[in-house]
C-alpha cells in the first residue's frame, strides 16, 4: 500500500517547515475563530498554528491515518480527523494547507470552492512543491517509464497534479477576495550527500513509484535512481550537494461582497 511514513517525512523536519512557516507569517491579520489545516500530516504546521492562534478552534485533516497518528502524538489536544482534504467542505476563518495541493486533481478549482466558503475575511492559505521540473523528479519519472519498470510505472508521473502558472491561480481566487498575495520562491537546501537527496524524495514524491514495486525492484529502482542523481547534484567543495526547491505559496482573503474589479 501506499502509505506515508512520518518517520520518513520527518527526517527532513526542519527543512519542510520553513515553507510552512513562511506561508503562515503572510497571512494577514485577524479574527481566527476556527482554523483548519488540510493535509496537516504529522501536524508540524498544526503546532505552528496552534501557537499563532492560541485560542482557536483548531483542526487538523489529513487522508494518512499513520500521519494523523504522530500528529496526535504530538498535539493531543488538538482534534485530528481522517478525510479526504480535497472534498472538505465547511466554515472557516483560516484553512491552511501546507505542501497538499500538488496532490489533488483540479486543484486551483477545490482551491477556489474552499475561498468561496470562507467566513467574510478569512483566508486561504496555501504552498506547493513547484519542483517537477527539477532533476529529482525528471529523473524518477524517467527511470520509471524504462525497462525493467515501465509496464508498472509509465503513468505514475500523471498522478501527481501540475503546479499551474502565478497568473492561474489570481484569475480564479481574485474574484472573491479583497487581499491576493501569491509568490514563488527557490529554497537551496545544503544536503551532506546525493543520499541525503534520495532520502528526502523518498518521504514524498517517490512514494508513488515505490509502492507498486516488489522489495527486489525497488532495491533496483533506488540504486539506478541514486546514480542518476549523483550525477545531476555533484558535490561542492565543501563535501555535500545543494538541492534547489522551487515552491509556489499563496495567500488569499475573501471579500465581504464579490470583487467585481478583479
Request: some cysteine.
Amino acid at each position: 500500500m501506499n502509505k506515508w511514513n512520518p518517520q520518513a517525512y520527518g527526517r527532513f523536519e526542519a527543512e519542510r517547515n520553513r515553507p510552512s512557516l513562511d506561508l503562515l507569517a503572510r497571512i494577514p491579520q485577524g479574527p481566527r475563530r476556527r482554523v483548519v489545516d488540510l493535509g496537516c500530516g504529522a501536524g508540524l504546521s498544526t503546532l505552528a498554528l496552534a501557537e499563532r492562534y492560541p485560542d482557536c478552534d483548531l483542526l487538523g485533516l489529513d487522508s494518512s491515518a499513520e500521519m494523523l497518528a504522530a500528529g496526535r502524538e504530538r498535539l493531543p489536544g488538538v482534534r485530528f480527523l481522517e478525510g479526504d482534504a480535497a472534498s472538505w467542505k465547511g466554515s472557516a476563518d483560516l484553512v491552511f494547507a501546507n505542501a497538499l495541493f500538488q496532490w489533488v486533481p483540479d486543484h486551483i478549482a477545490v482551491m477556489a470552492r474552499l475561498v468561496e466558503n470562507l467566513e467574510p475575511g478569512g483566508c486561504l492559505a496555501a504552498q506547493m512543491p513547484d519542483n517537477d521540473a527539477e532533476p529529482t523528479h525528471v529523473l524518477m519519472r524517467e527511470i520509471g517509464a524504462a525497462p525493467p519498470f515501465s509496464a508498472k510505472l509509465a503513468t505514475v508521473g500523471a498522478a501527481r497534479e501540475k503546479i499551474g502558472a502565478l497568473g492561474d491561480y489570481d484569475a480564479a481566487l481574485s474574484p472573491f477576495c479583497d487581499h491576493v498575495d501569491i509568490w514563488r520562491t527557490v529554497y537551496l537546501h545544503r544536503l551532506e550527500s546525493p543520499e541525503a537527496i534520495v532520502a528526502w524524495v523518498e518521504g514524498a514524491g517517490l512514494r508513488p513509484y515505490l509502492a507498486p514495486l516488489s522489495p527486489k525492484e525497488r532495491e533496483t529502482y533506488l540504486s539506478r535512481y541514486l546514480d542518476a542523481v549523483t550525477s545531476a547534484y555533484p558535490r561542492q567543495a565543501w563535501g555535500g550537494v545543494l538541492l534547489p526547491f522551487p515552491r509556489l505559496f499563496v495567500v488569499v482573503r475573501r471579500a465581504a461582497a464579490p470583487n467585481t474589479h478583479g
